[in-house]
């Protein structure tokens, strides 16, 4: 029987995001057996709360377009580059310890979609690394941006490890420090010389001859790294 009141409802918003998103969310495993269902009781809840929260944050972000740009919205359903950036994203979320990271990664999703310019395969990586890296990375990469004269003139590591000083959330060691600049350095979203210090007076600082300061510079953030902030900016 059929008529205007059977009429099945139109897709909400929720069931829009659950559409472009479901594709990166199906990795909570499957247990079988005594031991193995103990194991999912453990591990399935906390997947479980990503999950939710992470479809929330994207729910809303793409709730927030289709109000605001209901064209470019429409659009995304033919988009092959956000539907990468959107699973990867997601399979990163889930992955993700950290509430924040899982912020960063609904933002660059959000950011995606809003048409960002930043070549897809680009997007893709900067989710990536991500998915690699933690917050505190982040945060110190987000503060160098911040205090970029400061970067320009550090000496060694100490003088960029001062510049976080202020910076919210637990403080990296010495050690932990280094590691963190090194991750940054390995993705070129900083460019640190050979010739920065990693203990004060260790190293004797050249004497380079520049055409201009920034010829002369240890330390700075690189382009890639001010695009990828501004991908993960809310």
């Known amino acids: 029987m059929t008529g205007p009141n059977l009429r099945p409802p139109d897709k909400s918003i929720g069931d829009h995001a659950h559409t472009l998103v479901k594709a990166g969310l199906n990795i909570i495993p499957v247990f079988g057996g005594t031991a193995a269902e103990l194991l999912g009781a453990v591990i399935s809840p906390p997947l479980e709360r990503r999950r939710n929260e992470w479809m929330l944050m994207i729910a809303d972000s793409l709730s927030r377009l289709e109000a605001e ?71 110190v990469l987000a503060t160098f941006a911040a205090k970029e004269s400061g970067v320009w003139n550090a000496q060694g590591y100490s003088d960029l490890q001062a510049l976080i000083s202020d910076t919210p959330g637990q403080q990296p060691n010495a050690e932990e420090f280094l590691l963190i600049c090194r991750d940054l350095d390995a993705r070129v979203l900083i460019r640190l010389s050979d010739y920065l210090a990693d203990v004060p007076g260790l190293v004797e600082r050249p004497v380079i001859v520049a055409e201009s300061d920034e010829d002369s510079r240890l330390a700075y953030v690189t382009g890639l790294g001010k695009s990828f902030l501004a991908f993960t900016d809310s």
């Open 69 to 139: 740009e209901p064209a470019r919205f429409a659009r995304l359903a033919e988009s092959d580059e956000f539907a990468s950036v959107a699973v990867h994203a997601a399979q990163a979320a889930i992955r993700a310890a950290e509430s924040q990271k899982r912020r960063l990664l609904a933002n660059a999703v959000r950011n995606s979609a809003r048409g960002i310019d930043i070549r897809g395969d680009i997007q893709v990586m900067f989710v990536r690394f991500l998915d690699e890296l933690t917050a505190t990375h982040i945060a």
